[in-house]
């Protein structure tokens, strides 16, 4: 029997991304039975009348409101018809011809996420691997910043090239483009809405590995993502640093959670001393400010490295 594949594309104002997107869903998923979804979160723009225009017959979900990525995601799962595994896509995001039947023959036994290379649109890769977040490890970035990368008990972000080059298992990924097995997505249930964007990746993924379902990478399938870190503005980073205590938060002690965020807040106070916008909004942030309610960007941003 052919693969189902549900493709859930969750889109804010995404107009001008979709006609690239989804003219290469088709040969993505060569191979593959797929239904494409589409959760639009409240688009002031054309949106839905580009994705309705583009994909006729897909699903279109409606949310009425800028719901976050992780209430986008369970919408769209919610209105899939059955399926064997579930494809969460950022409206940005271009599929390379047959990359997602490469994924889902890594998906089964333990493996319930399996996501591809992903390439920055100057084709270069994306340091998308990420390690389970520890407070050796936000406090090796703090004084390290990215190089802490190169020792894995120092740094989450993985940035050996040749790690991007092999086939293995890594904590968790950047969500911009992943596949899921049914039986993963059903053993962990719905996506943390809590977190409206960043973490919620992280937090799925190391939930699938409290239950056994390890994330798979698999560099013979790639994409291309035309969002990341440029597009990261200083309230999105404040959310992005805010959202990493409180994913630390919920599967740790109290006095662990202080010492990861002491070890985050060095980081961000260290760099805003430095004149960096973006930290001295982040250190306002974990000193228990209001993370501004800034609008997303049209797509989800990569998760920049720390």
Known sequence: MTPRIAVVVVTWNSAAQLPDLVASI??????????????????????VARASE??????IVHTGRNAGYSAGINAGMAAADPYDAVLVLNPDIRLTPGCVEVLYRELGGRVGIAVPLIRHDDGTPAKSLRRTPTVLRALGEAVLGERAGRYPSLGETVVDP?????????????????L???DCARACGPWDE??????EETDFALRAGDLGFATAFVPGAE??????????????WSLLVVNRVRLYRKRHSAAATAAFWAAVFLRESSRAMLGHRRSRRAVGALLGRPVPQADPPRATPAVPAP
């Open 194 to 199: 809590s977190f409206f964007l960043y973490s």
């Open 26 to 47: 088709g040969p993505g998923l060569q191979g593959l039975q797929h239904q494409l979804i589409v959760v639009d979160n409240d688009s002031a723009d054309d949106t």
């Open 162 to 178: 040749a790690a991007y080059r092999r086939r293995g298992v890594t904590d968790w990924a950047t969500g911009a483009a992943m």
């Open 54 to 59: 583009l994909a006729p017959g897909c699903t």
């Open 180 to 182: 899921i097995s049914a």
């Open 223 to 236: 994409v291309t993502h035309l969002g990341g870190e440029s597009r990261v503005s200083p309230a999105l």
